[in-house]
């Protein structure tokens, strides 16, 4: 079957394209800029822009299935506009696109940020209510997922077969940019974050959500929504695991909320020097404190979704950074065994 993938070259859709290349898929990767990810991949890669309109009507005849990944995601506000502009024009032109090129599906990936996560107790599932247009309550990375996830369900009101996911927090290997996430594992490792926080989020492994996605292009309902969640993991458990895995132990202090908040100022200062998005922010440590338990178990009852244990994610991606040479060269991962010791 012949595919398209937008936002190939990302965390997410290196992964995605690994896994339809095993199934057999002839995929066409839509880059936008970088295509490290996708080096030595039989692949056919083309040039796009969610915001080009036309070059996503190239990219998608021809084609059965688009995989809309391409998105900005941000802890840093709106980024001079690039992420309402990715996030929902872009959406809905890939939407549009996929629409007048007759495909007969599109899996749009959405975010579990486009839910209220502050609304209601409990496990967060499908029914929750999704972050209001123009809320002033709300980040701009949240509302941009939940206003892109109306414009694609304008689009299916006009015709188009499409299916909505929504994964939580992404961590995993083939992360070459690598992504925030990426970034806070290695800095775990090399014993460079000043502190931990409290708090806690779901995060799922990438594979586990390329997994679903493909699931939900072949099995999910036109219209549906499905969460592609892990497992709920306080910060300082994180840290546990990758200290287990890594065989890096690093003391540090975890800082109440309130503290860490107090320390943003000074952090967005040192991140400026240094070139770098610094990771903990207003908006980081928001998500935090609202982090809630993700309930999937509609993905896994109509997708045959399942997310594999963290331990073994955590594990996996510090293997594929050393593979890479993305760790110190002269602390090199040890082997489970070591690790152990």
């Known amino acids: 079957m012949r595919v398209v993938v937008t936002g190939a070259s990302g965390h997410l859709g290196a992964n995605l394209v690994r896994r339809l290349l095993e199934g057999g898929d002839r995929v066409r990767a839509v880059v936008h800029r970088r295509a490290r990810a996708l080096e030595g991949l039989d692949v056919e890669v083309v040039p796009g822009d969610v915001l080009d309109p036309e070059s996503l009507r190239a990219a998608f005849t021809g084609v059965e299935v688009v995989y809309h990944l391409a998105g900005v995601i941000s802890i840093r506000g709106d980024a001079g506009g690039q992420v309402s502009a990715v996030n929902v024009e872009g959406a809905a032109n890939a939407a549009a696109a996929a629409r007048e090129a007759g495909v007969r599906r599109m899996v749009h990936c959405s975010s579990v940020h486009a839910f209220d996560t502050a609304a209601g107790r409990g496990s967060l599932d499908e ?189 996996d991606l510090y293997r594929w950074f050393d593979s890479q040479g993305m760790l110190s060269k002269t602390a090199s991962l040890a082997s489970p065994g070591e690790a152990a010791g």
Do not use: N, Q
């Open 127 to 315: 029914t929750a209510p999704r972050v209001l247009a123009g809320s002033r309550r709300h980040f701009a990375y949240d509302r941009s997922k939940a206003e892109g996830e109306r414009r694609v369900r304008a689009e299916i009101a006009r015709g188009l077969d499409a299916v909505i996911v929504h994964p939580t927090a992404v961590i995993g290997p083939f992360d070459f940019e690598p992504s925030l996430l990426g970034r806070f594992f290695l800095r775990l490792y090399r014993g460079s974050l000043p502190a931990l926080v409290r708090g806690g989020f779901d995060f799922v492994d990438a594979r586990d959500a390329a997994e679903g996605m493909v699931a939900a292009a072949a099995r999910g309902g036109k219209g549906e929504s499905y969460l592609l969640g892990g497992h709920f993991c306080r910060i300082a458990a994180l840290a546990s695991l990758a200290a287990a895995a890594s065989g890096r132990r690093h003391c540090r202090p975890t800082l109440p909320l309130w503290l860490a908040r107090v320390g943003v100022p000074f952090l967005r200062a040192a991140a400026a020097v240094a070139r770098t998005e610094p990771l903990y922010t207003a908006e980081s440590l928001a998500i935090l404190r609202a982090g809630r338990p993700v309930d999937h178990s509609k993905a896994e009852r109509d997708l045959g979704y399942s997310s594999r244990p963290i331990e073994e994610t955590v594990a």
